[in-house]
Protein backbone atom coordinates (compact mmCIF):
# COMPACT_ATOMS: atom_id res chain seq x y z
CA UNK A 1 0.00 0.00 0.00
CA UNK A 2 1.84 3.30 -0.91
CA UNK A 3 1.47 6.65 0.80
CA UNK A 4 1.38 10.23 0.36
CA UNK A 5 5.18 11.63 0.13
CA UNK A 6 4.57 15.19 -1.25
CA UNK A 7 1.38 17.53 -1.73
CA UNK A 8 1.07 20.77 -2.94
CA UNK A 9 -1.91 23.26 -4.83
CA UNK A 10 -2.05 26.57 -5.88
CA UNK A 11 -4.87 27.91 -7.16
CA UNK A 12 -4.75 26.05 -10.51
CA UNK A 13 -3.57 22.78 -9.60
CA UNK A 14 -3.10 20.27 -6.71
CA UNK A 15 -0.04 17.53 -7.05
CA UNK A 16 0.22 14.24 -4.65
CA UNK A 17 3.33 12.22 -5.02
CA UNK A 18 3.44 8.88 -3.50
CA UNK A 19 5.95 6.75 -2.07
CA UNK A 20 5.77 4.07 -4.91
CA UNK A 21 6.54 7.53 -7.40
CA UNK A 22 2.80 7.64 -8.44
CA UNK A 23 1.59 10.76 -8.80
CA UNK A 24 -1.64 12.74 -9.04
CA UNK A 25 -2.45 15.86 -10.82
CA UNK A 26 -5.56 17.80 -9.95
CA UNK A 27 -6.40 20.27 -12.64
CA UNK A 28 -8.91 22.84 -10.63
CA UNK A 29 -9.60 24.60 -13.91
CA UNK A 30 -11.06 21.95 -16.20
CA UNK A 31 -12.03 19.50 -12.86
CA UNK A 32 -9.85 16.58 -14.44
CA UNK A 33 -7.52 14.14 -12.38
CA UNK A 34 -4.76 12.92 -14.06
CA UNK A 35 -2.77 10.02 -12.85
CA UNK A 36 0.68 8.46 -13.29
CA UNK A 37 1.22 4.16 -12.71
CA UNK A 38 4.23 3.42 -10.31
CA UNK A 39 5.78 1.41 -12.47
CA UNK A 40 8.69 2.71 -14.99
CA UNK A 41 10.61 0.36 -17.95
CA UNK A 42 14.48 0.53 -17.34
CA UNK A 43 17.30 0.11 -19.60
CA UNK A 44 19.87 -2.92 -18.66
CA UNK A 45 22.45 -0.96 -19.72
CA UNK A 46 23.56 2.81 -21.35
CA UNK A 47 21.55 3.26 -24.47
CA UNK A 48 23.57 5.66 -26.19
CA UNK A 49 26.37 3.35 -27.18
CA UNK A 50 28.38 5.83 -29.33
CA UNK A 51 26.72 5.08 -32.54
CA UNK A 52 26.06 7.78 -35.69
CA UNK A 53 22.06 6.67 -35.08
CA UNK A 54 20.97 5.57 -31.81
CA UNK A 55 18.97 2.28 -32.18
CA UNK A 56 15.22 3.07 -31.34
CA UNK A 57 13.46 0.31 -31.02
CA UNK A 58 14.21 -1.83 -28.02
CA UNK A 59 13.70 -5.00 -26.61
CA UNK A 60 12.19 -6.88 -23.68
CA UNK A 61 15.36 -8.71 -23.31
CA UNK A 62 17.24 -5.43 -22.54
CA UNK A 63 14.56 -3.65 -19.75
CA UNK A 64 13.07 -4.11 -16.96
CA UNK A 65 10.42 -2.90 -14.88
CA UNK A 66 11.16 -0.36 -12.59
CA UNK A 67 9.62 -0.26 -9.33
CA UNK A 68 10.79 3.00 -6.60
CA UNK A 69 10.28 3.54 -2.79
CA UNK A 70 10.21 6.82 -1.77
CA UNK A 71 11.28 8.91 1.26
CA UNK A 72 10.93 12.33 2.27
CA UNK A 73 13.96 14.44 2.69
CA UNK A 74 12.36 17.63 3.35
CA UNK A 75 9.86 19.96 2.27
CA UNK A 76 10.67 19.98 -1.49
CA UNK A 77 13.17 16.85 -1.68
CA UNK A 78 12.20 13.04 -1.87
CA UNK A 79 14.81 10.43 -2.25
CA UNK A 80 13.36 7.41 -4.52
CA UNK A 81 15.09 3.85 -5.05
CA UNK A 82 14.85 2.33 -8.00
CA UNK A 83 14.39 -1.51 -7.43
CA UNK A 84 14.82 -3.84 -10.75
CA UNK A 85 14.49 -8.13 -11.40
CA UNK A 86 14.28 -10.20 -8.21
CA UNK A 87 13.70 -6.42 -6.23
CA UNK A 88 17.34 -5.92 -6.22
CA UNK A 89 18.01 -2.33 -5.79
CA UNK A 90 19.97 -0.63 -8.53
CA UNK A 91 20.83 3.24 -7.22
CA UNK A 92 18.99 5.98 -6.16
CA UNK A 93 18.47 9.61 -6.60
CA UNK A 94 16.81 12.74 -5.47
CA UNK A 95 13.42 14.53 -7.14
CA UNK A 96 13.13 18.08 -6.46
CA UNK A 97 9.32 18.97 -6.80
CA UNK A 98 8.06 22.91 -6.98
CA UNK A 99 4.34 23.99 -7.53
CA UNK A 100 4.77 26.94 -9.72
CA UNK A 101 0.88 28.53 -10.91
CA UNK A 102 -0.53 26.07 -13.89
CA UNK A 103 2.44 23.62 -13.72
CA UNK A 104 4.79 21.38 -12.02
CA UNK A 105 8.67 21.05 -11.93
CA UNK A 106 10.54 18.16 -11.29
CA UNK A 107 14.26 18.54 -10.84
CA UNK A 108 15.99 15.36 -10.81
CA UNK A 109 19.66 15.48 -8.69
CA UNK A 110 22.14 13.36 -7.05
CA UNK A 111 21.79 10.54 -9.24
CA UNK A 112 23.60 7.52 -8.67
CA UNK A 113 26.59 6.37 -10.86
CA UNK A 114 25.09 2.75 -10.45
CA UNK A 115 21.92 3.81 -13.12
CA UNK A 116 23.19 3.57 -16.57
CA UNK A 117 19.99 5.55 -18.09
CA UNK A 118 16.88 6.66 -15.70
CA UNK A 119 12.94 6.79 -16.96
CA UNK A 120 11.43 8.94 -14.26
CA UNK A 121 8.53 9.89 -13.74
CA UNK A 122 6.39 7.11 -14.26
CA UNK A 123 4.07 7.61 -17.51
CA UNK A 124 1.00 9.40 -16.96
CA UNK A 125 -2.27 7.25 -17.87
CA UNK A 126 -3.52 8.79 -21.00
CA UNK A 127 -5.86 8.03 -23.92
CA UNK A 128 -3.43 9.11 -26.90
CA UNK A 129 0.20 10.09 -27.02
CA UNK A 130 1.13 13.32 -28.87
CA UNK A 131 4.60 13.24 -30.10
CA UNK A 132 6.69 16.00 -32.16
CA UNK A 133 8.25 13.49 -34.01
CA UNK A 134 8.73 14.65 -38.15
CA UNK A 135 5.19 16.83 -39.11
CA UNK A 136 3.55 15.35 -35.63
CA UNK A 137 1.94 12.29 -34.72
CA UNK A 138 -0.86 11.38 -32.72
CA UNK A 139 -0.51 7.80 -31.46
CA UNK A 140 -4.08 6.18 -30.77
CA UNK A 141 -3.55 2.99 -31.17
CA UNK A 142 -1.15 1.09 -28.91
CA UNK A 143 2.42 1.01 -30.31
CA UNK A 144 3.32 -2.58 -30.46
CA UNK A 145 7.22 -2.14 -29.65
CA UNK A 146 9.16 -0.99 -27.41
CA UNK A 147 11.02 3.07 -28.39
CA UNK A 148 13.58 4.81 -27.04
CA UNK A 149 13.87 8.14 -28.75
CA UNK A 150 15.92 11.35 -28.31
CA UNK A 151 15.70 15.16 -28.61
CA UNK A 152 16.31 16.71 -31.46
CA UNK A 153 17.22 13.92 -33.53
CA UNK A 154 14.03 11.76 -33.47
CA UNK A 155 11.93 14.79 -31.25
CA UNK A 156 12.50 17.57 -32.95
CA UNK A 157 11.00 19.14 -30.20
CA UNK A 158 11.89 19.11 -26.59
CA UNK A 159 8.54 18.16 -25.50
CA UNK A 160 5.47 15.12 -25.13
CA UNK A 161 2.31 14.64 -24.02
CA UNK A 162 -1.23 13.33 -24.11
CA UNK A 163 -4.86 13.54 -24.13
CA UNK A 164 -8.13 12.30 -22.78
CA UNK A 165 -10.96 13.68 -24.93
CA UNK A 166 -10.30 17.68 -25.54
CA UNK A 167 -8.01 17.55 -22.29
CA UNK A 168 -4.35 17.22 -22.34
CA UNK A 169 -1.23 16.85 -20.40
CA UNK A 170 2.41 18.38 -21.71
CA UNK A 171 5.54 17.13 -20.72
CA UNK A 172 8.64 20.40 -21.48
CA UNK A 173 12.11 19.18 -20.52
CA UNK A 174 13.09 22.32 -19.33
CA UNK A 175 17.01 21.56 -18.44
CA UNK A 176 19.09 18.39 -19.47
CA UNK A 177 16.93 18.30 -23.07
CA UNK A 178 20.28 17.56 -24.93
CA UNK A 179 20.41 14.14 -22.45
CA UNK A 180 17.05 13.42 -22.64
CA UNK A 181 14.74 11.47 -24.74
CA UNK A 182 11.31 9.40 -24.45
CA UNK A 183 10.84 5.93 -23.89
CA UNK A 184 6.97 4.71 -24.89
CA UNK A 185 5.29 1.45 -25.50
CA UNK A 186 1.34 0.68 -25.93
CA UNK A 187 0.07 4.20 -25.21
CA UNK A 188 2.42 5.10 -22.16
CA UNK A 189 5.37 7.28 -22.55
CA UNK A 190 7.68 8.50 -20.00
CA UNK A 191 10.86 11.17 -19.38
CA UNK A 192 13.51 9.35 -19.93
CA UNK A 193 17.34 10.74 -19.01
CA UNK A 194 21.22 9.69 -20.37
CA UNK A 195 24.51 10.04 -18.55
CA UNK A 196 26.61 13.00 -19.76
CA UNK A 197 30.43 11.38 -21.09
CA UNK A 198 29.32 8.77 -18.40
CA UNK A 199 28.35 10.52 -15.54
CA UNK A 200 25.18 12.77 -14.02
CA UNK A 201 26.56 16.00 -14.03
CA UNK A 202 24.49 18.69 -15.26
CA UNK A 203 20.60 19.83 -14.54
CA UNK A 204 17.71 17.60 -15.45
CA UNK A 205 14.01 19.15 -15.18
CA UNK A 206 10.72 18.77 -16.89
CA UNK A 207 7.61 20.87 -16.35
CA UNK A 208 4.76 19.47 -16.50
CA UNK A 209 1.35 21.43 -17.42
CA UNK A 210 -2.16 21.15 -18.61
CA UNK A 211 -4.57 22.28 -20.93
CA UNK A 212 -7.93 22.03 -22.46
CA UNK A 213 -8.16 21.78 -26.47
CA UNK A 214 -6.30 19.04 -28.04
CA UNK A 215 -3.26 18.93 -29.44
CA UNK A 216 -3.79 22.27 -30.79
CA UNK A 217 -3.67 23.74 -27.91
CA UNK A 218 -0.54 21.54 -26.62
CA UNK A 219 1.37 22.46 -29.45
CA UNK A 220 0.51 26.41 -28.58
CA UNK A 221 1.44 25.58 -25.52
CA UNK A 222 4.71 24.91 -26.36
CA UNK A 223 5.22 27.84 -28.88
CA UNK A 224 4.04 30.17 -25.94
CA UNK A 225 7.18 28.66 -23.89
CA UNK A 226 9.44 28.64 -27.32
CA UNK A 227 9.17 32.43 -27.32
CA UNK A 228 9.84 32.90 -24.02
CA UNK A 229 12.64 31.35 -23.93
CA UNK A 230 13.26 32.67 -27.25
CA UNK A 231 13.26 29.36 -29.01
CA UNK A 232 11.77 31.68 -31.87
CA UNK A 233 12.00 34.53 -33.95
CA UNK A 234 9.70 35.33 -36.78
CA UNK A 235 10.37 34.93 -40.79
CA UNK A 236 9.39 38.96 -40.88
CA UNK A 237 12.15 39.81 -38.37
CA UNK A 238 14.36 37.36 -40.43
CA UNK A 239 13.62 38.79 -44.18
CA UNK A 240 14.16 42.37 -42.34
CA UNK A 241 17.45 41.40 -41.64
CA UNK A 242 17.98 39.30 -44.63
CA UNK A 243 15.92 40.57 -47.33
CA UNK A 244 17.15 38.18 -50.23
CA UNK A 245 14.92 35.67 -48.09
CA UNK A 246 11.85 36.96 -49.18
CA UNK A 247 12.23 34.98 -52.68
CA UNK A 248 11.47 31.99 -51.20
CA UNK A 249 8.25 33.68 -50.06
CA UNK A 250 5.35 32.24 -52.24
CA UNK A 251 8.58 30.97 -54.72
CA UNK A 252 10.01 27.37 -54.78
CA UNK A 253 13.51 26.01 -53.82
CA UNK A 254 15.40 24.95 -56.80
CA UNK A 255 18.19 22.08 -55.93
CA UNK A 256 20.94 21.34 -58.45
CA UNK A 257 22.69 18.00 -58.21
CA UNK A 258 26.07 19.78 -60.14
CA UNK A 259 28.31 17.05 -59.29
CA UNK A 260 29.19 13.73 -57.86
CA UNK A 261 31.91 10.70 -58.30
CA UNK A 262 31.56 7.26 -58.25
CA UNK A 263 33.85 4.33 -57.33
CA UNK A 264 33.21 1.29 -58.13
CA UNK A 265 33.86 -0.08 -54.54
CA UNK A 266 31.83 2.06 -53.09
CA UNK A 267 29.23 0.47 -54.47
CA UNK A 268 30.63 -2.94 -53.37
CA UNK A 269 31.04 -1.93 -49.94
CA UNK A 270 27.14 -1.47 -49.79
CA UNK A 271 26.35 -4.37 -51.80
CA UNK A 272 24.74 -2.26 -54.96
CA UNK A 273 25.51 -3.11 -58.38
CA UNK A 274 27.52 -0.38 -59.73
CA UNK A 275 25.95 1.87 -62.56
CA UNK A 276 27.08 0.98 -65.76
CA UNK A 277 28.43 4.69 -66.19
CA UNK A 278 30.85 4.00 -63.26
CA UNK A 279 32.95 1.94 -65.72
CA UNK A 280 33.18 4.11 -68.28
CA UNK A 281 35.17 6.70 -66.92
CA UNK A 282 38.72 7.30 -65.98
CA UNK A 283 37.89 9.86 -63.23
CA UNK A 284 34.87 8.90 -61.81
CA UNK A 285 33.83 12.54 -62.14
CA UNK A 286 30.31 12.68 -63.29
CA UNK A 287 29.56 16.42 -63.88
CA UNK A 288 25.44 16.84 -64.49
CA UNK A 289 25.20 20.63 -64.61
CA UNK A 290 27.92 23.30 -64.58
CA UNK A 291 27.59 26.95 -63.25
CA UNK A 292 26.68 28.53 -67.06
CA UNK A 293 24.01 25.83 -67.28
CA UNK A 294 22.37 26.47 -64.14
CA UNK A 295 22.39 30.26 -65.19
CA UNK A 296 20.26 29.40 -68.30
CA UNK A 297 17.91 27.56 -66.88
CA UNK A 298 17.74 30.27 -64.21
CA UNK A 299 16.99 32.02 -66.80
CA UNK A 300 14.62 30.00 -69.06
CA UNK A 301 12.92 29.56 -65.54
CA UNK A 302 12.47 33.02 -65.45
CA UNK A 303 10.79 33.71 -69.27
CA UNK A 304 8.43 31.68 -68.17
CA UNK A 305 7.00 32.92 -65.52
CA UNK A 306 9.07 32.32 -62.09
CA UNK A 307 9.72 35.89 -61.08
CA UNK A 308 12.05 35.40 -57.88
CA UNK A 309 13.11 31.46 -56.15
CA UNK A 310 16.03 30.09 -53.93
CA UNK A 311 18.08 27.89 -55.40
CA UNK A 312 20.80 25.79 -53.64
CA UNK A 313 24.07 24.76 -55.54
CA UNK A 314 24.71 20.62 -54.57
CA UNK A 315 28.14 19.20 -55.26
CA UNK A 316 30.33 22.16 -56.51
CA UNK A 317 32.97 21.27 -53.96
CA UNK A 318 35.97 18.96 -55.57
CA UNK A 319 35.04 16.04 -56.88
CA UNK A 320 31.55 16.68 -56.35
CA UNK A 321 29.05 15.83 -53.68
CA UNK A 322 30.06 14.43 -50.44
CA UNK A 323 33.74 14.14 -51.61
CA UNK A 324 35.94 16.31 -49.55
CA UNK A 325 34.15 17.81 -46.78
CA UNK A 326 35.24 20.19 -45.31
CA UNK A 327 37.63 21.25 -47.45
CA UNK A 328 35.84 22.71 -49.87
CA UNK A 329 38.68 25.03 -51.52
CA UNK A 330 38.98 25.41 -54.65
CA UNK A 331 35.68 24.77 -56.35
CA UNK A 332 35.02 21.70 -58.63
CA UNK A 333 37.15 23.03 -61.79
CA UNK A 334 35.22 21.30 -63.95
CA UNK A 335 32.19 22.94 -63.58
CA UNK A 336 33.59 26.30 -64.84
CA UNK A 337 35.63 29.04 -63.43
CA UNK A 338 35.46 30.77 -60.33
CA UNK A 339 33.93 33.94 -61.85
CA UNK A 340 31.19 31.60 -63.46
CA UNK A 341 30.35 30.42 -60.12
CA UNK A 342 30.08 33.59 -58.95
CA UNK A 343 28.39 35.02 -61.67
CA UNK A 344 25.67 32.10 -60.56
CA UNK A 345 26.09 33.30 -57.33
CA UNK A 346 25.40 36.79 -57.68
CA UNK A 347 23.42 37.25 -61.29
CA UNK A 348 20.58 38.24 -60.33
CA UNK A 349 18.65 39.79 -57.37
CA UNK A 350 15.70 37.93 -57.63
CA UNK A 351 17.32 34.59 -57.48
CA UNK A 352 19.08 33.68 -53.90
CA UNK A 353 21.68 31.02 -54.81
CA UNK A 354 22.85 29.40 -52.23
CA UNK A 355 26.34 26.94 -51.69
CA UNK A 356 25.41 23.42 -49.56
CA UNK A 357 27.99 22.79 -47.49
CA UNK A 358 28.67 20.31 -44.33
CA UNK A 359 30.41 20.43 -41.06
CA UNK A 360 29.42 17.02 -39.55
CA UNK A 361 31.02 15.05 -42.02
CA UNK A 362 34.64 14.51 -43.16
CA UNK A 363 36.19 11.29 -45.67
CA UNK A 364 39.60 9.62 -45.27
CA UNK A 365 40.72 11.57 -49.15
CA UNK A 366 39.60 14.80 -47.33
CA UNK A 367 43.28 16.52 -46.76
CA UNK A 368 42.09 17.67 -42.89
CA UNK A 369 41.68 13.59 -42.24
CA UNK A 370 41.62 13.06 -39.37
CA UNK A 371 41.77 16.22 -37.83
CA UNK A 372 38.91 16.88 -35.32
CA UNK A 373 36.90 13.47 -36.01
CA UNK A 374 35.05 12.41 -32.48
CA UNK A 375 36.42 9.56 -30.78
CA UNK A 376 34.34 7.05 -29.28
CA UNK A 377 34.75 6.05 -25.89
CA UNK A 378 36.75 2.94 -26.97
CA UNK A 379 39.08 5.57 -28.71
CA UNK A 380 37.62 4.97 -32.15
CA UNK A 381 37.14 7.40 -34.90
CA UNK A 382 33.27 7.63 -35.05
CA UNK A 383 31.25 6.50 -38.42
CA UNK A 384 28.66 8.08 -39.83
CA UNK A 385 26.89 6.62 -42.77
CA UNK A 386 28.51 5.88 -46.37
CA UNK A 387 27.23 8.45 -48.66
CA UNK A 388 28.87 9.39 -52.34
CA UNK A 389 32.25 10.20 -50.50
CA UNK A 390 32.20 6.70 -49.30
CA UNK A 391 32.48 5.77 -45.59
CA UNK A 392 31.96 9.61 -43.73
CA UNK A 393 33.15 10.19 -40.01
CA UNK A 394 31.55 12.34 -37.55
CA UNK A 395 33.38 15.76 -36.94
CA UNK A 396 33.63 17.15 -33.28
CA UNK A 397 31.23 20.26 -33.69
CA UNK A 398 34.27 22.38 -32.05
CA UNK A 399 36.32 21.48 -35.05
CA UNK A 400 33.46 21.99 -37.63
CA UNK A 401 32.80 25.48 -36.41
CA UNK A 402 36.52 26.28 -36.97
CA UNK A 403 37.08 24.45 -40.18
CA UNK A 404 33.64 26.36 -41.25
CA UNK A 405 35.71 29.48 -39.73
CA UNK A 406 38.69 28.81 -41.56
CA UNK A 407 36.90 28.16 -44.93
CA UNK A 408 34.44 31.53 -45.37
CA UNK A 409 38.02 33.36 -45.47
CA UNK A 410 37.67 32.23 -48.91
CA UNK A 411 33.79 32.14 -49.58
CA UNK A 412 33.60 35.06 -49.05
CA UNK A 413 35.05 36.53 -52.49
CA UNK A 414 32.70 34.64 -53.94
CA UNK A 415 29.59 36.70 -52.40
CA UNK A 416 27.65 34.27 -51.46
CA UNK A 417 24.13 35.28 -50.20
CA UNK A 418 22.69 32.34 -48.67
CA UNK A 419 24.29 29.12 -47.14
CA UNK A 420 22.24 25.46 -46.79
CA UNK A 421 24.50 24.16 -43.54
CA UNK A 422 23.76 19.78 -44.09
CA UNK A 423 22.64 17.92 -41.21
CA UNK A 424 23.26 20.52 -38.46
CA UNK A 425 19.67 20.41 -37.46
CA UNK A 426 19.10 17.09 -38.13
CA UNK A 427 20.92 14.58 -36.33
CA UNK A 428 21.53 13.28 -32.39
CA UNK A 429 23.84 15.65 -30.32
CA UNK A 430 27.32 13.46 -29.75
CA UNK A 431 29.61 12.72 -27.44
CA UNK A 432 33.47 12.51 -28.25
CA UNK A 433 35.75 10.56 -25.46
CA UNK A 434 39.33 12.25 -26.86
CA UNK A 435 41.85 13.41 -24.02
CA UNK A 436 41.71 16.84 -23.36
CA UNK A 437 39.52 17.61 -26.23
CA UNK A 438 36.24 16.09 -24.50
CA UNK A 439 32.69 16.77 -25.97
CA UNK A 440 29.36 16.66 -23.94
CA UNK A 441 25.78 16.66 -25.84
CA UNK A 442 25.38 20.38 -24.23
CA UNK A 443 28.63 21.12 -25.72
CA UNK A 444 27.83 19.69 -29.11
CA UNK A 445 24.33 21.71 -29.21
CA UNK A 446 26.11 25.12 -28.28
CA UNK A 447 28.89 24.87 -31.24
CA UNK A 448 26.07 23.77 -33.56
CA UNK A 449 24.32 27.36 -32.54
CA UNK A 450 27.66 28.90 -32.49
CA UNK A 451 28.29 27.30 -36.18
CA UNK A 452 25.05 28.93 -37.33
CA UNK A 453 25.27 32.26 -35.49
CA UNK A 454 28.45 32.48 -37.28
CA UNK A 455 26.82 32.63 -40.31
CA UNK A 456 23.96 34.59 -39.67
CA UNK A 457 27.15 37.45 -38.70
CA UNK A 458 27.93 37.33 -41.93
CA UNK A 459 24.64 38.83 -43.24
CA UNK A 460 23.76 35.73 -45.07
CA UNK A 461 20.30 33.85 -45.80
CA UNK A 462 20.55 30.58 -43.89
CA UNK A 463 19.23 26.74 -44.53
CA UNK A 464 19.41 23.61 -42.62
CA UNK A 465 18.20 20.03 -43.00
CA UNK A 466 15.00 18.64 -40.81
CA UNK A 467 14.93 20.91 -38.40
CA UNK A 468 15.01 21.08 -34.81
CA UNK A 469 13.91 23.89 -31.87
CA UNK A 470 17.32 25.02 -30.69
CA UNK A 471 18.29 26.07 -33.83
CA UNK A 472 15.00 28.08 -34.92
CA UNK A 473 15.77 31.41 -34.00
CA UNK A 474 18.74 31.45 -36.45
CA UNK A 475 17.59 28.89 -39.57
CA UNK A 476 15.85 30.92 -42.10
CA UNK A 477 14.32 27.73 -44.29
CA UNK A 478 13.82 23.79 -43.68
CA UNK A 479 14.33 20.91 -46.08
CA UNK A 480 12.55 18.06 -44.60
CA UNK A 481 11.33 15.02 -45.08
CA UNK A 482 7.56 15.50 -43.49
CA UNK A 483 5.18 12.77 -44.35
CA UNK A 484 1.40 12.91 -43.62
CA UNK A 485 0.10 9.18 -42.65
CA UNK A 486 -3.41 9.32 -42.15
CA UNK A 487 -5.13 9.64 -39.44
CA UNK A 488 -1.53 9.45 -37.35
CA UNK A 489 0.09 12.60 -38.65
CA UNK A 490 -0.95 16.26 -37.07
CA UNK A 491 1.02 19.51 -37.88
CA UNK A 492 2.66 20.21 -34.41
CA UNK A 493 5.82 21.76 -36.49
CA UNK A 494 3.90 24.25 -38.14
CA UNK A 495 1.53 25.13 -35.31
CA UNK A 496 4.73 26.19 -33.37
CA UNK A 497 7.58 27.41 -35.87
CA UNK A 498 5.53 28.01 -38.97
CA UNK A 499 6.25 31.89 -39.28
CA UNK A 500 9.69 31.20 -38.31
CA UNK A 501 11.23 29.63 -40.85
CA UNK A 502 10.36 28.70 -44.84
CA UNK A 503 10.08 24.70 -45.35
CA UNK A 504 10.14 22.70 -48.28
CA UNK A 505 10.22 18.64 -48.39
CA UNK A 506 12.47 16.34 -50.26
CA UNK A 507 9.74 14.70 -52.36
CA UNK A 508 8.95 15.35 -55.70
CA UNK A 509 5.59 17.79 -56.33
CA UNK A 510 4.37 15.96 -59.42
CA UNK A 511 4.07 11.91 -57.46
CA UNK A 512 2.29 10.67 -55.85
CA UNK A 513 2.46 9.60 -51.78
CA UNK A 514 2.04 6.02 -51.14
CA UNK A 515 -1.19 6.77 -49.97
CA UNK A 516 -2.47 7.75 -53.71
CA UNK A 517 -2.55 11.68 -53.14
CA UNK A 518 -0.77 13.84 -55.04
CA UNK A 519 2.44 15.43 -52.53
CA UNK A 520 1.40 19.14 -52.88
CA UNK A 521 -1.39 18.58 -51.50
CA UNK A 522 0.19 18.46 -48.10
CA UNK A 523 2.24 21.15 -48.67
CA UNK A 524 -0.40 22.83 -49.34
CA UNK A 525 -2.00 21.91 -46.02
CA UNK A 526 0.65 22.81 -44.33
CA UNK A 527 1.81 26.02 -45.78
CA UNK A 528 4.98 24.59 -47.58
CA UNK A 529 6.34 25.29 -50.91
CA UNK A 530 7.85 23.04 -53.24
CA UNK A 531 11.47 21.78 -53.55
CA UNK A 532 12.17 21.10 -57.32
CA UNK A 533 15.25 18.62 -58.18
CA UNK A 534 17.49 19.06 -61.11
CA UNK A 535 19.99 16.81 -61.98
CA UNK A 536 21.00 18.15 -65.99
CA UNK A 537 20.90 20.76 -67.88
CA UNK A 538 17.99 20.01 -69.58
CA UNK A 539 15.88 19.60 -66.05
CA UNK A 540 14.19 22.98 -66.82
CA UNK A 541 11.95 21.19 -69.27
CA UNK A 542 10.24 18.58 -66.86
CA UNK A 543 9.86 21.83 -64.61
CA UNK A 544 7.88 23.73 -66.55
CA UNK A 545 5.83 20.66 -68.22
CA UNK A 546 4.15 20.53 -64.78
CA UNK A 547 0.86 20.92 -64.07
CA UNK A 548 -0.66 24.53 -64.12
CA UNK A 549 -2.08 23.81 -60.67
CA UNK A 550 1.20 23.82 -58.70
CA UNK A 551 1.35 27.43 -59.59
CA UNK A 552 -1.47 27.91 -56.58
CA UNK A 553 1.00 26.40 -54.31
CA UNK A 554 2.89 29.28 -54.81
CA UNK A 555 -0.25 31.68 -54.61
CA UNK A 556 -0.93 30.08 -51.77
CA UNK A 557 2.09 30.01 -50.17
CA UNK A 558 2.58 33.98 -50.68
CA UNK A 559 -0.39 34.14 -48.86
CA UNK A 560 -0.09 32.22 -45.75
CA UNK A 561 4.12 31.20 -46.07
CA UNK A 562 5.26 33.32 -43.43
CA UNK A 563 1.82 33.67 -40.83
CA UNK A 564 1.35 31.95 -37.54
CA UNK A 565 -0.39 28.45 -38.08
CA UNK A 566 -3.72 28.76 -34.93
CA UNK A 567 -5.16 25.53 -36.09
CA UNK A 568 -5.67 22.06 -37.32
CA UNK A 569 -8.47 19.06 -37.57
CA UNK A 570 -9.88 16.65 -39.73
CA UNK A 571 -13.08 17.23 -40.80
CA UNK A 572 -14.30 13.01 -41.53
CA UNK A 573 -14.29 10.42 -39.38
CA UNK A 574 -12.16 8.43 -41.85
CA UNK A 575 -9.72 11.68 -41.34
CA UNK A 576 -9.00 11.98 -45.35
CA UNK A 577 -10.10 15.38 -45.11
CA UNK A 578 -7.97 18.16 -43.34
CA UNK A 579 -8.55 21.80 -42.62
CA UNK A 580 -5.47 24.47 -41.29
CA UNK A 581 -6.26 27.65 -40.38
CA UNK A 582 -3.56 31.03 -40.43
CA UNK A 583 -3.61 34.23 -38.41
CA UNK A 584 -4.93 36.29 -41.28
CA UNK A 585 -8.05 34.15 -40.85
CA UNK A 586 -7.27 32.20 -44.38
CA UNK A 587 -7.83 28.10 -43.94
CA UNK A 588 -7.45 25.60 -46.81
CA UNK A 589 -9.52 22.58 -46.34
CA UNK A 590 -7.86 19.40 -48.58
CA UNK A 591 -9.70 15.97 -49.61
CA UNK A 592 -7.09 13.51 -49.58
CA UNK A 593 -9.31 11.07 -50.98
CA UNK A 594 -10.02 9.40 -54.45
CA UNK A 595 -13.56 10.97 -54.22
CA UNK A 596 -15.60 13.96 -53.51
CA UNK A 597 -16.11 14.80 -49.74
CA UNK A 598 -18.61 17.45 -48.98
CA UNK A 599 -17.94 19.72 -45.73
CA UNK A 600 -20.98 21.96 -44.53
CA UNK A 601 -22.47 22.05 -47.98
CA UNK A 602 -19.39 23.04 -49.96
CA UNK A 603 -17.80 19.81 -52.06
CA UNK A 604 -14.18 19.17 -52.66
CA UNK A 605 -13.37 17.28 -55.59
CA UNK A 606 -11.12 14.09 -55.29
CA UNK A 607 -7.71 15.04 -54.61
CA UNK A 608 -8.33 18.55 -54.34
CA UNK A 609 -8.65 21.70 -52.13
CA UNK A 610 -10.77 24.88 -51.27
CA UNK A 611 -9.40 27.54 -49.63
CA UNK A 612 -10.78 30.96 -48.54
CA UNK A 613 -9.22 34.19 -47.32
CA UNK A 614 -10.94 36.30 -44.87
Same mark, same amino acid.
Request: negative net charge; charged residues 20%.
Given at each position: ????????????????????????? =????????????????????????????????????????????????????????????????????????????????????????????????????????????????????????????? =????????????????????????????????? #????????????????????????????????????????????????????????????????????????????????????????????????????????????????????????????????????????????????????????????????????????????????????????????????????????????????????? #????????????????????????????????? =????????????????????????????????????????????????????????????????????????????????????????????????????????????????????????????????????????????????????????????? =????????????????????????????
Amino acid at each position: MSHLLWYAKNEHLSVSIYDNAAMTF =YVKEHNVTWKTGHVALQEDGPVDVGHVWLRTRRTICEEYPGHFHGEKIDHQTCRFTLYGREQRPVGSFLCQFELHDAHCDMSLVAIDVTLPSLVFPPPIETESLILPKGIGAWIRDPLPERHFWV =YPAHLNMRWFGGLKGEQGWLAIVTEGYTSAGVL #ATGLAAAPAWLTSLGSWSGKRKIRYQFVQGGYVALAKAYRAYAIEHRLHRSLAEKVQATPALHNLHGAPLLSFMQANSNYPERYLDRLLPIPAAGTQHETHLHVHITHTEVQHILQQLQKRGITHALAVLRGWIPGGYDESHPDIWPPEPALGTLEDLKQTLIHNPQWTVALHDNYQDIYQQSASWPEGVIRTQAGEHMPGGLWDGGQAYILN #ARAGLAYARRNWETLRDLEPRAMFIDTTLAVQL =YESYEYKNWLSRLQDEGYKRDLLQFYKEQGIVLGSEKGADFGMDLIDWLENRHQRIPGISIPLWPLVFHDAAFCTRYVSPDKRDSYGAPNWLADMLWGYTLCWNFSNANSWRQYISMPASLSQVYQWHSTVGMLEMTGHRYLTQARDVEETRFSNGA =YIRVNFSDHPQTIERETIPAHDYLLRIE
